[in-house]
């Protein structure tokens, strides 16, 4: 089938299929081979080719999930595999919900690296192969398909943990919280440069959770946050502040593993720090999938091999996903707004920034105020899912003064209109660790200058939780 193209559209059977390639100066153009494509000046071209156009398209973008044993359902490694689900493929990427990237672009707001967003030119040539009936072209002169560590997408790890024990989860029932402590209890102090975990029945873990505990700590499955209660007990003062665990780093110290997260090393020269004689404490979080399972998943850690320079740390707004701000959302309400503000104590280098909420968040947004006035915006998803929660990188530093503002804005909708509520008809929901409840936060990935600094950090936020704690208790004392 002959191919016209009249004015930069691509025709086939007089039906135009890509009316945004006469627009292509404006569109992002994300691949190599769409480019070539649109560059011919033939006015007859053969339609794109798997070998040829689509490949690199799948191999730069689908296949790092789409690949055998990762997170991704099926495999789009091969021509069979891409044809089998061609019309699922053209579908899927016209509605930007693949490859799953839910930063929006915003003007005021920083940019980010390792975009996950096709341009409207490769999201044409899909739907323009797909039309053809997908030809596959040359084969054997197709691109290699990627070659990958086997095992784990980041490659071989330093140290990878095991479970005690595999956690059994029962086909019905409420979700469970299981704080399984890792052994390790190094001799010598380490840094992580990037931590990924593998669970073994994904459909029933929902998030887990991962920090640092002295090896001589004792954490059991009613801790709601690994180290928070000593906190709490301990009150004000640098060793309170030192061993907050959700308000100190991000998600919970080491970081999380949820549906969709991308492991990722941090940029060079910068590690979270894993003190001597400390174990991990891993905070699954397992609801039942309507048939029985077993959770033996395992935990890989990856050692910065010089000393890093800076050490990573995480602004989490507000702190412990929001308990403190007292979550109360109403039947029907389609706008429920959380709102916090912190003021940086120290000068901070921000990386990145990632969220956390349950099924009732619709958007999140973060928003540096610097002291001079002006803004930054940092990190605004406007259709939160949370199936695809992932951490989004600064392709810049953004350095961001003693005295900056943080102000959080997450949207919840507890209405019918929000298909994702998980509750018909809606119900008040309030905030709680089950996958019905809710809870929210936005957290900047940040560095200090100096170890001091890092303290001064950690006790603003430990201090900001404990005053919205206090406010709290007020307003139910009435």
Not at 24 to 33: E, I, L, P, Q, W
Not at 266 to 285: R, T
Not at 328 to 354: M, Q
Not at 378 to 391: E, K, P, R, V
Request: proline share 9%; aromatic share 8%; glycine share 8%.
């Amino acid at each position: 089938m002959a191919w016209l193209r009249p004015a930069g559209l691509v025709i086939v059977a007089g039906t135009v299929l890509a009316g945004a390639l006469g627009a292509v100066g404006t569109a992002r153009v994300t691949s190599a081979a769409a480019s070539a494509y649109l560059a011919s000046s033939a006015p007859v071209v053969a339609p794109p080719t798997h070998a040829d156009h689509i490949a690199p398209i799948l191999y730069a973008n689908c296949v790092p999930c789409h690949r055998p044993g990762q997170s991704a359902p099926f495999s789009l490694l091969s021509y069979d595999d891409a044809r089998r689900r061609g019309q699922t493929i053209a579908d899927v990427t016209a509605r930007r919900y693949m490859p799953p990237w839910h930063a929006a672009r915003a003007a005021g707001f920083v940019e980010l690296r390792d975009e996950r967003r096709l341009g409207d030119a490769d999201i044409a040539l899909i739907k323009a192969w797909v039309a053809a009936d997908m030809p596959p072209g040359d084969l054997a002169r197709a691109p290699k398909p990627p070659s990958y560590p086997v095992g784990w997408q980041l490659g071989i790890p330093d140290l990878i943990l095991s479970l005690p024990a595999p956690i059994a989860v029962p086909a019905e029932g409420r979700d469970l919280y299981r704080n399984v402590t890792l052994r390790v209890d190094l001799p010598i102090d380490r840094a992580i440069t990037a931590i990924d975990y593998q669970p073994t029945a994904r459909s029933v873990v929902h998030h887990a959770l991962f920090f640092v505990e002295p090896a001589d700590v004792v954490v059991t499955d009613a801790d709601i946050v690994p180290g928070l209660g000593r906190v709490l007990l301990q009150g004000r003062g640098r060793s309170a502040g030192a061993r907050l665990g959700v308000a100190d780093d991000a998600w919970g110290g080491l970081g999380g593993w949820v549906p969709g997260v991308t492991p990722r090393f941090f940029p060079d020269g910068i590690a979270q720090p894993m003190p001597k004689h400390s174990n991990i404490v891993m905070q699954l979080h397992l609801h039942p999938s309507g048939r029985e399972e077993r959770e033996d998943g395992k935990l890989a850690l990856y050692f910065a091999q010089t000393p890093p320079q800076k050490s990573l740390t995480g602004v989490q707004v507000p702190p412990a996903f929001g308990f403190a701000i007292g979550l109360d959302i109403p039947p029907g309400e389609t706008r429920y707004l959380l709102r916090d503000t912190f003021a940086l104590p120290v000068d901070v280098e921000a990386y990145g920034a990632r969220g956390h909420a349950h099924h009732l968040a619709r958007e999140m947004k973060m928003v540096a105020t610097l002291p001079d006035g002006t803004t930054r915006g940092l990190l605004w998803i406007q259709n939160w899912d949370f199936s695809w929660q992932d951490s989004y990188y600064f392709k810049a530093p953004l350095r961001l003064p003693k005295g900056t503002r943080l102000d959080v804005e997450i949207v919840y909708d507890n209405s019918t209109d929000n298909p994702r509520n998980p509750s018909t008809p809606p119900v008040r929901v309030r905030w709680g660790r089950e996958s019905e409840d809710e809870m929210g936060s936005l957290t900047l990935l940040v560095t200090a200058p100096s170890a001091e600094d890092g303290r001064t950090l950690r006790e603003a936020q430990a201090q900001h939780f404990r005053e919205q704690l206090a406010r709290r208790l007020r307003r139910q004392r009435g």
